[in-house]
């Protein structure tokens, strides 16, 4: 279908901003903070696209579309997981050393740094040092900080104090920059800012309210067909609801099933279904099994529990008893929000009623298969766990379900054959 033509869809690298998708009022809001020099957190599950969005923030492009200058800006882009191990000093030191990069037209100001960073005099201090002679300049800082989520975890080189001590600086920097405010920072992170990070005092403001808080969601309809383009087909509501299945919005999983697609589609041979769900499966592994270990155990058992819940609707007959779910979900409504923010289930309705499914149908999948490898150990760890989310008789119940499915694999993978024939719908019509 497509003998010539370069594979467009990338994996396990951001997007470039030109071909970027959607996501156009979080960039508005971006820029709109920009403009004020105000800041932003942006949280998202694995996978959402946080990186790329940095990316597109940082283009000069960008810039101009949002009718801003970018030349009267130095920007600054980096991870705190490139800080190993993470301390306010590397952090300072890191910042300090990239301004330098990005300052080629003013000498003088680089000059200034090395010094610093000679001396090991990379700090707040020297920043906001650095920030008056930029104003001087007429310019200004854009700090565009990737997996904030680092600066919020102790270590051993980084204590609950330490973190205190640097996110008061932070927060210091970005509110009482004098005499002219010219600072815009912009975190991501997989978490809300105020999910994370240390305790807090009850007699000072919160560290984490300069920001405006945004979360980059799953793609929507509209985002996907835009997504889809360089197939070059209408996308049907048919094909979005199938899609829908293994892949919903997510953008890491669409990437995948994409660049896989589109590599079988230049074949001469028409691509198999089964062969296509095992590499899909293959090439989504790693990120299912990162999305299960970042889940707490509640959140894990209660993945355990829609996925049994499913499968029993699947199975041909009725092998276990799960009684009263639907109130077990009611009791948890706050870890079913953070995994839907995770972009790990999705929330639908219908006549009034709420209801959760998986994002990706392989992740349900990829639940049973983790379900059916517990051995003796867990399950009995688990179920000391179950009891936080239900009734001595529900963990029993749900104790002998997984049981059930350990002794019965070929039932179990005779009923997940389900995703064979959404594939199916997917291939044919982009052969066609």
């Known amino acids: 279908m497509y003998p010539n033509s370069q ?55 960008t810039w ?31 910042l300090l050393s990239l301004l330098k990069d990005n300052l080629d037209t003013e000498p003088e100001l680089q000059a200034n740094i090395n010094t610093l960073l000679a001396e090991s005099r990379a700090s707040r201090d020297s920043l906001r040092q650095l920030l008056g002679e930029l104003a001087q300049k007429g310019k ?20 609950e104090e330490n973190m205190q001590q640097f996110l008061s600086e932070c927060r210091n920097l970005a509110v009482h920059l004098e005499p002219k405010r010219n600072l815009s920072i912009i975190v991501t992170s997989k978490k809300r800012l105020n999910d994370l990070g240390p305790r807090l005092n009850p007699n000072a403001s919160p560290w984490y309210n300069h920001y405006l808080f945004r979360q980059i969601k799953p793609f929507d309809n509209t985002e996907i067909e835009e997504f889809l383009q360089p197939f070059n087909k209408p996308i049907t509501t048919e094909l979005r609801q199938a899609i829908g299945e293994i892949a919903g919005g997510h953008p890491s999983l669409l990437q995948s099933a994409s660049l896989l697609l589109y590599q079988e589609l230049r074949n001469t041979t028409p691509p198999q279904v089964e062969e296509f769900v095992r590499e899909f499966e293959s090439s989504t592994q790693q990120f ?33 008893d ?42 349900e999948k990829w639940v049973i298969q983790e379900i059916w490898n517990s051995d003796e150990d867990s399950l009995k760890k688990r179920q000391k766990e179950f009891l936080n989310l239900m009734s001595h008789q529900q963990a029993e119940n749900m104790k002998n379900a997984i049981i059930w499915v350990g002794k019965h694999r070929n039932d179990v993978i005779s009923s997940l054959k389900f995703i064979y024939p959404i594939v199916e719908k997917i291939i044919k019509f982009f052969v066609i």
């Open 7 to 61: 594979n467009p869809f990338v994996v396990g690298t951001p997007i470039v901003p030109e071909r970027f998708v959607g996501r156009k009022s979080l960039i508005a809001a971006a820029f709109d903070q920009i403009h004020h020099r105000s800041h932003l957190a942006v949280w998202g599950g694995l996978g959402t696209g946080k990186t790329s969005f940095l990316v597109k923030l940082a283009s000069p492009d």
């Open 288 to 320: 299912f099994d990162s999305t299960w270990q970042r889940c707490n155990p509640k959140d894990q058992n209660l993945l355990m529990l829609m996925a049994l819940a499913k499968l029993r609707g699947r199975l041909e007959k009725r092998r276990y």
């Open 64 to 94: 101009k579309q949002h009718g801003l200058d970018s030349s009267i800006a130095v920007i600054v882009r980096f991870s705190c997981e490139e800080v190993e191990p993470f301390t306010p000093s590397g952090f300072w030191k890191k």
């Open 140 to 159: 200004f800082l854009v700090l565009l900080v990737d997996d904030y989520d680092v600066a919020l975890t102790k270590s051993q080189e980084y204590s």
């Open 322 to 363: 799960l009684k009263d779910v639907d109130l077990i979900f009611t009791q948890s409504e706050r870890n079913l929000t953070n995994l839907e923010e995770q972009g790990v289930i999705k929330r639908t309705a219908n006549n009034g009623d709420i209801y959760y499914l998986f994002t990706s149908s392989l992740m």
